[in-house]
């Protein structure tokens, strides 16, 4: 079954602290990854996404991510986060040619002044 | 510049009430998803519309219907609330399915006693 599993369920950073949040996919064929970000009291909006191509992809307020095909991942980075990266972070997943896109669970960043 | 608007954003129905939750979005977008939000679940989808005059069942569709009433509106009805349907609902729009970025509503979160 096609799924999207996220390992850290809440981190906690220290500003300036750099970030990396897990994201694995299980999809047989081509698939497009996305990352979004809900801030406190927000509604969800696309951090990035890959679709093909370079597999690093860059996004906004210096986020950036990596598809590595061999480990059926796309985890998240941010080299150096700052307060205003608190947030929850869902990993997400959907075949190429179309279909369901599917969440992984979550995770919720709390980061440190 | 609506984008993605969801009514009501809080309700509070008693075991066996039906409500129906509405979505609108004005971007002109083909497909229309609904989300459920719970604690340490992510978002789960529960139905899903590729294009107007289809609807397709997601991960957790048991308690729920939804009518892609047009392009334009897709709402989802709990015909006889249960206190496990207690959750935050989104309403979410793409262009298309598969590689299309989703535009979310705001949310209605929803308390069933």
């Known amino acids: 079954a096609q799924s999207v599993s996220q390992h850290n369920h809440h981190v906690i950073l220290s500003e300036a602290a750099s970030l990396e949040l897990g994201c694995n996919y299980s999809y047989g064929g081509t698939v497009n990854l996305f990352w979004y970000v809900q801030y406190p009291g927000q509604h969800l909006q696309l951090l990035l996404k890959y679709f093909s191509g370079d597999p690093l992809v860059k996004g906004i307020k210096g986020f950036e991510a990596e598809f590595i095909k061999s480990k059926f991942s796309f985890n998240l980075r941010k080299p150096s986060v700052q307060w205003s990266d608190t947030a929850e972070y869902f990993c997400?997943?959907?075949?190429?040619?179309?279909?369901?896109?599917?969440f992984g669970q979550g995770t919720e960043l709390s980061v440190k002044p | 510049n609506a984008g993605v608007t969801q009514t009501p954003k809080f309700q509070v129905l008693k075991t066996g009430q039906s409500m129906t939750l509405q979505c609108a979005q004005d971007?002109?977008?083909?497909?229309m998803y609904w989300y459920r939000q719970d604690p340490g679940m992510g978002l789960r989808l529960i139905y899903y519309?590729?294009?107007?005059?289809?609807?397709d069942k997601g991960e957790v569709p048991n308690g729920y219907n939804v009518s892609r009433l047009n392009k334009r509106e897709f709402s989802l009805r709990l015909e006889s609330a249960a206190p496990s349907q207690t959750s935050v609902y989104f309403c979410?729009?793409?262009?298309?399915?598969?590689?299309?970025?989703?535009?979310f509503g705001a949310g209605s979160r929803l308390t069933v006693l």
């Open positions: 979410a729009s793409s262009l298309s399915d598969g590689a299309n970025v989703l535009t």
């Open positions: 997400a997943g959907v075949p190429d040619q179309g279909g369901k896109l599917i």
């Open positions: 971007m002109n977008h083909n497909s």
């Open positions: 519309s590729a294009s107007e005059g289809t609807t």
